[in-house]
C-alpha cells in the first residue's frame, strides 16, 4: 500500500518562505518521479513542480520558476519543495503526488490540466496559507 508524510505547511506573510517535504513509501520505484500540486478553493489542480529520472530533470509551472526549487532525496523516497519569495496567489492545498508516465513528464505542457494524470499516486495534502 502506498502511502506518503507530508509535511511543512503552514502560514506566513508574503515574502517568507516554507519547505514542504514528502516521504513516500509502498513501492519499490515510488521516487522515480514525486511531483507537488495545488489546488485553491474554487481552482482547478495544477502542478507546480516535478523531479525525475534521479532528481536530474525537474518541470515547473511558469508562475513559480526562480521561486520555488523541488530537489528528492530518492535514496529515502523523500521529495522537498522550497518555497521563497512567497505571494498570497499560491495559498492552497499542496498535495505530493509519485509514479507519473516517465515518457511524457518531459515534454507535456506542465501548465495544463492534463499533467495530473501523468500521477499514479497522491498524498493527502497540506495546506500553505500566504498572507499580504
Known amino acids: 500500500q502506498v502511502q506518503f508524510l507530508e509535511s511543512g505547511g503552514g502560514s506566513v506573510q508574503a515574502g517568507g518562505s516554507l519547505t514542504l517535504s514528502c516521504a513516500a513509501s509502498g513501492y519499490p520505484h515510488i521516487s522515480d518521479c514525486m511531483g507537488w500540486f495545488r489546488q485553491a478553493p474554487g481552482k482547478e489542480r495544477e502542478g507546480v513542480a516535478a523531479v525525475y529520472f534521479g532528481g536530474t530533470n525537474t518541470r515547473y509551472h511558469d508562475s513559480v520558476k526562480g521561486r520555488f526549487t523541488i530537489s528528492q532525496d530518492k535514496a529515502n523516497y523523500t521529495a522537498y519543495l522550497q518555497m521563497n519569495s512567497l505571494k498570497p496567489e499560491d495559498t492552497a492545498m499542496y498535495y505530493c503526488?509519485?509514479?507519473?508516465?516517465?515518457?511524457?513528464?518531459?515534454?507535456?505542457?506542465?501548465?495544463?490540466?492534463?499533467?495530473?494524470?501523468?500521477?499514479?499516486?497522491w498524498g493527502q495534502g497540506t495546506q500553505v496559507t500566504v498572507s499580504s
Open positions: 503526488a509519485a509514479n507519473c508516465d516517465l515518457k511524457r513528464i518531459g515534454s507535456i505542457e506542465f501548465s495544463v490540466a492534463e499533467v495530473q494524470h501523468l500521477f499514479s499516486y
